[in-house]
């Protein structure tokens, strides 16, 4: 029979964690896994930003008084050089490490659908590049911004998937994300002959429309799965070289990287006044 209507295994406190504290409870942990820098510097950003939503997930500590889960809050708490507010969960006996984090995370993408946004992974991949443009960087993203920009792009997501759906190769993100952010911009006529060009090969205009063959001919043999968000950035680059050159119907012999963003979103011109 479970055992699970015994007696709680400890209790759960309310707790500002300082810098202080936090330190002190790193001196004061068990053996742990190494910490995630880039998680630790996303998290970081949200506390100092002000921006740090809390959840259930606090941290815990053992009937020893050692810290075993919550780690990377404590450095993030010490980056940032402020304090917040945590649930600490303390144990009243003797708690068994294996099964922590041994849950399926959500993903970004699960998170903002639960949130009542319709996204797939595929889509949210798109989102994510149409976000960054050819300056892809691996910083991650709140998932609050992802999930308004999710909710201000789905006009230009939905069109670029109905063009787009799930062609080998020329599906990628980096393509997609980068025809979506053109979207906006470019004239939707043109722009639609463009992703009939990178789905099916076939041009109009042999002269003209070279830059969508080139572009198709080099998703289609480049291995882009690895390299994170510089060869991503890369990619995205000449994307963008190309998508231009076709939309101006102009020859392309060779591919080459853009140097400037080609296609700023409508938010990007109102920051920048």
């Known amino acids: 029979m479970s055992d699970n209507n015994k007696a709680a295994p400890g209790r759960w406190t309310w707790e500002f964690i300082t810098p202080e504290t936090a330190q002190k409870y790193l001196n004061r942990m068990i053996r742990n896994r190494p910490p995630i820098r880039n998680h630790i510097t996303w998290m970081a950003y949200a506390i100092s930003a002000g921006e740090f939503d809390v959840t259930h997930q606090g941290i815990a500590i053992n009937s020893d008084g050692e810290l075993y889960d919550g780690q990377n809050r404590m450095h993030a708490i010490i980056k940032a050089d402020r304090g917040i507010w945590l ?5 009243s006996k003797p708690v068994s490490v294996l ?3 041994t849950h399926k995370k959500r993903s970004d993408a699960d998170a903002v659908y639960i949130s009542g946004i319709d996204i797939n ?23 609050s911004d992802i999930a308004e920009a999710a909710k201000r792009h789905r006009e230009a997501i939905a069109w670029v998937s109905s063009r787009i759906p799930h062609a080998k190769g020329v599906s990628h993100a980096c393509v997609t994300g980068i025809i979506a952010r053109a979207w906006y911009s470019a004239d939707r006529d043109r722009l639609a002959e463009f992703t009939d060009a990178l ?17 198709r001919d080099f998703m289609l043999t480049s291995k882009i799965t690895s390299g994170g968000a510089v060869a ?20 392309l012999t060779v ?19």
């Open 121 to 143: 992974r595929s889509n949210m991949a798109m989102l994510r590049m149409l976000m960054a443009g050819s300056k892809v960087d691996s910083r991650k993203l709140q998932r």
């Open 199 to 215: 789905r099916t090969g076939h041009v109009s205009n042999i002269k003209t429309d070279t830059a969508a063959t080139k572009l």
């Open 232 to 251: 991503r950035s890369h990619v995205a680059a000449k994307v963008e070289a190309a998508l231009v050159a076709f939309l101006e119907y102009r020859p």
């Open 99 to 101: 099964n922590i984090d």
């Open 87 to 91: 649930w600490v969960f303390r144990a």
């Open 255 to 273: 591919l080459r990287e853009i140097s400037e963003e080609a296609f700023p979103l409508p938010e990007d011109a109102a920051n920048a006044n």
